[in-house]
T-cell receptor, first 112, second 113 residues
């Protein structure tokens, strides 16, 4: 599995756009990039998944450059409720025996 | 609400004891994953089952075991408990065999005294 590297923590203010970058230099051809959000004492929640270029949903956007060695999760106009830990995960889909490595994630703190 | 249920929500027990955590996946999901999350370790993958069969193993101790039953619910058994086993235990499910979007349950908080 590709190893991922994310910043340990980030700070922001309400209303700002937040970009969290994840490095995955050893990403394989069949790997997908998935981001999860976790609030204290709750299970992680799926945010967005992509393979290449840009993916957008009602919560976030995911930017993946052509070489796929990194990805950026973009949260538009964050609010206090976006304070959470964000995990970047790189893994193949539909491949048996995939042990998913979540890492430490990025702790985002949003202030007013 | 992810559709994944876990029981019990909280569990307090003593060292040396054995406990069983239960997970019911989302309707239609064949894969169940177990994770352990402690304050200093982050989210650690333990084991995955797909349609009743073990598919992937992570950092699961020999004192821990799991199984998935024909109705697809899963149980994680923790025995000879130690203080360091105190953690949040999450179950997640997905509809395929590996690497896909996972839906996490609310977790079971285990406290070993």
């Amino acid at each position: 599995l590709a190893k991922t590297t994310q910043p340990i923590s980030m700070d922001s203010y309400e209303g700002q756009e937040v970009n969290i970058t994840c490095s995955h230099n050893n990403i394989a051809t069949n790997d997908y990039i998935t981001w999860y959000q976790q609030f204290p004492s709750q299970g992680p929640r799926f945010i967005i998944q992509g393979y290449k270029t840009k993916v957008t949903n009602e919560v976030a956007s995911l930017f993946i450059p052509a070489d796929r060695k990194s990805s950026t999760l973009s949260l538009p106009r964050v609010s206090l409720s976006d304070t959470a830990v964000y995990y970047c995960l790189v893994a193949p889909r539909d491949q048996a025996g995939t042990a998913l490595i979540f890492g430490k994630g990025t702790t985002l703190s949003v202030s007013s | 609400d992810s559709g994944v249920t876990q029981t019990p929500k909280h569990l307090i027990t003593a060292t040396g004891q054995r406990v069983t955590l239960r997970c019911s996946p989302r309707s239609g999901d064949l894969s169940v994953y177990w994770y352990q999350q402690s304050l200093d370790q982050g989210l650690q993958f333990l084991i995955q089952y797909y349609n009743g069969e073990e598919r992937a193993k992570g950092n699961i101790l020999e004192r821990f075991s799991a199984q998935q039953f024909p109705d697809l619910h899963s149980e994680l058994n923790l025995s000879s408990l130690e203080l360091g086993d105190s953690a949040l235990y999450f179950c997640a499910s997905s509809d395929r065999t590996g690497g896909e979007t996972q839906y996490f349950g609310p977790g079971t908080r285990l406290l070993v005294l």
